[in-house]
């Protein structure tokens, strides 16, 4: 085969490869361009003849329910809660009295529920919302401090923090 015979087969054979594109594309399109104008999947407006679809004991311009277009359901997307969570302070040595300060905002402005609180050593709590908890760690170790914001209509952030506590050297 020649080269002018391969430049020639190349261009056959991007022109295939190309109706054949526009036909894969094309293809779904017409099927369903069909279907509207046979009255199938369409709305009635379509049909070439209105009388023939309607059930019968329908009046005039009236819609059957099998041909209405179900309404569009809405999804209210709430705004996340959002918090922060400092300890002071946030080492010593054991037993160490800590003040956590927490700062939270529910941009809803629906407000809190709880406040749930984990600070690491085995102790939990669920306390009304307050912007200061003490606590009291009594044995040496490296606590994680957590604090779970929920609120009233059931969202929620969890917020974490840590405590250092060594033992005492006399």
Request: proline share 8%.
């Amino acid at each position: 085969m020649g080269k002018r015979d391969r430049r020639i087969f190349t261009i056959v054979a991007a022109c295939a490869l190309a109706a054949a594109i526009v036909l894969t594309i094309a293809a779904p399109a017409r099927a369903q361009n069909n279907q509207i104008n046979n009255g199938i999947g369409g709305s009635s407006d379509l049909n070439a003849n209105t009388e023939m679809n309607r059930p019968p004991g329908m009046e005039g311009n009236e819609t059957p329910d099998s041909m209405r277009t179900p309404g569009m359901g809405s999804l209210e997307i709430r705004e996340p809660v959002t918090g922060t969570m400092l300890v002071s302070p946030p080492y010593g040595t054991a037993p160490l009295r800590v003040g956590f300060f927490v700062v939270a905002t529910d941009p809803e402005n629906i407000g809190f529920l709880t406040y749930q609180w984990n600070f690491g050593d085995g102790t939990v709590s669920a306390l009304p919302p307050e912007k200061y908890i003490p606590h009291l760690y009594k044995a040496p170790g490296n606590y994680v401090c957590s604090l779970t914001l929920k609120t009233v209509d059931g969202r929620s952030k969890t917020i974490f923090t840590g405590v250092v506590v060594r033992r005492r050297f006399d």
